[in-house]
Structure formats: C-alpha cells, structure tokens
C-alpha cells in the first residue's frame, strides 16, 4: 500500500477510481447491490402476497398516515441530495465541503430514523404488532430491513468521517467516501418502491 | 491496466470538473414526481387500476433518473455495471410474468 497513499500531495482527478484497488472496490459494490436487489425484491414479493391478509388488527388503509410518510421520503430524498454534493466536494478536493455533506447526510439519516421509530411505535398502540397477522409480519420484515440499512449508513459512514478527520482524502479515503455515496442512494432508491408500493399502495387498496 | 492515473499539467488544465446542477435537476425532478405520486392517491378521483400504474410508473421513472444522475450511470467507465442490470431485468421480467401465470392461470 506504499504508493496507494499521495503522490508527493497530489492527488488525482476522480481520486477513487485512481488505483486498482478503487476501480475493484466500486465494481465489487455493484455487485453487493445487485445482491441487496434482489433481497429487497423477495421481500417486496413476499409484502405485496400477503399485504391484504389482515385477519385481525387494522388493515393498511386503515393505519397509515402519508403526512408522516411524505415527510420521511422529503428526509430521505434531501439526504440523497446532500450526500451526492458530497461526492462533487470529494473530486473537487475539497475535504470539508466532503465532510460537512456527509455529516448532514448523516444528520438527517438519523430524522428519518426517529421518523420511522415514531411511526412504528403508533403502530404497535394501534394494535399493528410484528404477529398481529400476515400483512404486519411482511411490512415490519420489509420496511425495518430498509430502516436496518439506514441505520447501518448512518454508522458507516459517521466512522469514516472520524477516519478521514484522521488520515485526511487520500486515493486509499477516497473510494470509500464514494461507495459510501452509492449506498446511500440505493437506501433511497429502495425507499421510492416502499413510499409507493407499501404506503401508497396501501391507502389505494 | 497499463495506463496510469497520475493527472499530467496539460490534463490537469483542461480537466473539467462537473457540476451540481444536473444533481439539483434531479432533486427538483424527483420531488415534483413524488408529489404527483401521493397526490394521485390523496386527491384523486380516479380509477384504482389506473392510480396503481401511474404511481408504479412514476416510481420506475424516479429510480431511473436517480440511477442514471446520482449514481452516475451517465458518467464514462459503467458499462459493465450497466450490462449486469439489463441482463438482470431480462432474466427478472420472464420469472415475474411465468410466477404471475402460474398463480393466478
């Protein structure tokens, strides 16, 4: 890794792809998020096989509120923005302007939690518990998974913001700032089919 | 790969840098077909089949641009990211279509 670092301070354009070992590092990403389609395809399968059968307990018409939906995807989708400003700062060499989107991707990664953890506790008041019936079991396995993946962004990338603070952008720093950034809008991606398939869907019947 | 990276003066001036704006087209694209979506359902008078087609259309048109703008479908050095999806949306289509036939035929 001793050349992987800068070369006498300069540092590439597009310094992830600069090296192998970033090229490699965003292809094999690709591949995880093909991966990660196709585990939120089966769980999307198995939501919308069971999303009517509500036995007990109230149907999803019933239970859910767009104001609070409609503010969570304006959340996600601004985190979205954010974190690809990010990656302008990022071939741009500016390390602050990276940092701070980041951070405030990160920040309101974190709303959109408390959003979410909000709703599913109203949620569970009004009787919509994980084993109330079929229609519960599938939406909390499909839309935790995607708070899941929220909340492991948010972790994600807050250590590489310590780490960067620490070894400042690098060709090594770089790719991940970058990867960081197509997660992140695949989290969001994933969130346009829950707003549209789970929550909208749901009021439609 | 025997190419190197290493920017040269003469490329280092003539490299351009790209800028915000297609992102923040994006932004204002995405929000505005959202708003649509939820729309349909909250204001609509609409037929049901009809609501249903129009927000799933506005969610695959929505992902699209966000794939293509700011997950940087456009930019040089994709192709093979972008063979994996149409051969994985080939592959997908045939099985949704088989499983819908054999549920529901």
New interface residues.
């Given amino acids: 890794m001793s050349s992987a670092h800068n070369?006498a301070g300069?540092l590439?354009?597009?310094p992830e792809?600069?090296t192998?070992e970033g090229r490699n590092k965003i292809?094999g990403f690709?591949?995880f998020l093909?991966a990660e389609?196709v585990l939120f395809?089966s769980l999307f399968a198995s939501y919308l096989t069971l999303r009517n059968q509500v036995p007990e307990g109230p149907t999803a018409a019933e239970l859910f509120q767009?104001e609070v939906v409609?503010l969570s995807?304006?959340i996600l989708?601004?985190s979205?923005?954010t974190s690809?400003?990010a990656?302008?700062a990022l071939?741009?060499h500016k390390l602050n302007a990276l940092l701070g989107w980041m951070t405030v991707t990160v920040l309101l990664g974190i709303a959109f939690l408390g959003l979410e953890i909000y709703e599913f506790v109203e949620y569970v008041h009004e009787g919509h518990t994980f084993v109330a019936n079929a229609f519960a079991t599938s939406f909390y396995t499909l839309v935790g998974f995607h708070g899941a993946h929220v909340a492991f962004g948010v972790l994600w990338i807050s250590l590489l913001i310590l780490q960067t603070l620490k070894k400042g952008l690098t060709v090594v720093t770089a790719p991940k700032f970058y990867i960081a950034g197509?997660y992140w809008?695949?989290i969001?991606?994933v969130w346009?089919?829950i707003?549209?398939?789970v929550y909208?869907?749901g009021?439609?019947? | 790969m025997s190419s190197h990276h290493e920017p040269s003066a003469a490329e280092g001036q003539h490299y351009k840098h790209e800028g915000p704006k297609n992102h923040y087209l994006t932004y204002i694209f995405s929000i505005l077909l959202t708003m649509f979506a939820f729309a349909a359902v909250i204001y609509g008078e609409l037929e049901t089949w009809f609501v249903l087609f129009f927000i799933v259309g506005l969610a695959i048109i929505q992902a699209f641009v966000q794939l293509v703008y700011w997950m940087h479908m456009k930019d040089r050095g994709h192709t093979f990211p972008i063979l994996g999806m149409i051969l994985g949306v080939v592959i997908v289509i045939p099985i949704i279509i088989a499983a819908l036939y054999w549920m529901w035929w």
Avoid: Q
Wanted: proline letters at 2%; hydrophobic letters at 60%.
């Fill in positions: 070369h300069v590439p354009h597009e792809k600069a192998l292809i690709w591949f093909g389609v395809g767009l409609a995807t304006f989708l601004t979205s923005l690809v400003l990656t302008i071939h741009r197509l809008h695949f969001d991606v346009v089919f707003f549209t398939v909208l869907m009021k439609v019947g």
